[in-house]
Each structure stands twice: as structure tokens, then as C-alpha cells.
């Protein structure tokens, strides 16, 4: 059973940053791709950014291009997401994911099959 644990989210003013951290304790994290999602209040999960294994691929969601960075350390078994520049529509509880067993696209919510249990982010105006 793998475990994610999210932390880092909180309350920011527009224009601020934010760091977010996904932990897990699995002795292969290193061998998988993990990605960032995001849900707003009566809205579908939203494809934020994913990282393959080695961090040779990455790829962001057209609403974050340019304002957030997705890495991961290996060695620590974490991935991060740096936001900068946020904007009150970034509001939402954030989501990592592992891809484990399943496979296909990065961007979509059904190739992810271990997810955790998400930290919330709000900006304010």
C-alpha cells in the first residue's frame, strides 16, 4: 500500500507564493511518475502539472504554465510544487498522484492510481 502525504498549503494573498510537499513512503517512488491535480468547490479535478521518474518530462496545465514548477527529490521520496504569482482562481484542495500500476496520459485523472488525501490552498484578494 502506498502512502501520499500532502502538506504546505494554507492561505495566501494574491500575488503570493506557496510551497507544496507530497511524501511518501514508498521504497520505489523513484521508479514512477507523480503528478499534481486540484479541485475547486463543485468542479472536476483539475490536471495541474506531472514528472516523469528521472524528471527528463514534465508537464504543467495551460492555467500554470509560467507560475508554478513541479520537481522531485528521490532520495527524500517527495515531489514539490513551487506556485508563485498566485491568483484567487488557483483556490482549491491539491491532490498528488502516483502512477503506479495504471498507465496512459499524464494529464488525465484515471492514470493515477494512488492518490493523497490533499491540501487545501486558498488565495485571497
Known amino acids: 500500500q502506498v502512502q501520499l502525504v500532502e502538506s504546505g498549503g494554507g492561505l495566501v494573498q494574491t500575488g503570493g507564493s506557496l510551497r507544496l510537499s507530497c511524501a511518501t513512503s514508498?521504497?520505489?517512488?523513484?521508479?514512477?511518475?507523480l503528478g499534481w491535480f486540484r479541485q475547486a468547490p463543485g468542479q472536476e479535478r483539475q490536471f495541474v502539472a506531472a514528472?516523469?521518474?528521472?524528471?527528463?518530462?514534465?508537464y504543467y496545465g495551460d492555467s500554470v504554465k509560467g507560475r508554478f514548477t513541479i520537481s522531485r527529490d528521490n532520495a527524500k521520496n517527495t515531489v514539490y510544487l513551487q506556485m508563485n504569482s498566485l491568483k484567487a482562481e488557483d483556490t482549491a484542495v491539491y491532490y498528488c498522484a502516483a502512477q503506479i500500476y495504471n498507465s496512459g496520459s499524464v494529464y488525465c485523472v484515471r492514470s493515477y492510481d494512488y492518490w493523497g488525501q490533499g491540501t487545501q490552498v486558498t488565495v485571497s484578494s
Open positions: 514528472i516523469n521518474w528521472d524528471a527528463d518530462s514534465i
Open positions: 514508498s521504497r520505489t517512488f523513484s521508479r514512477y511518475p
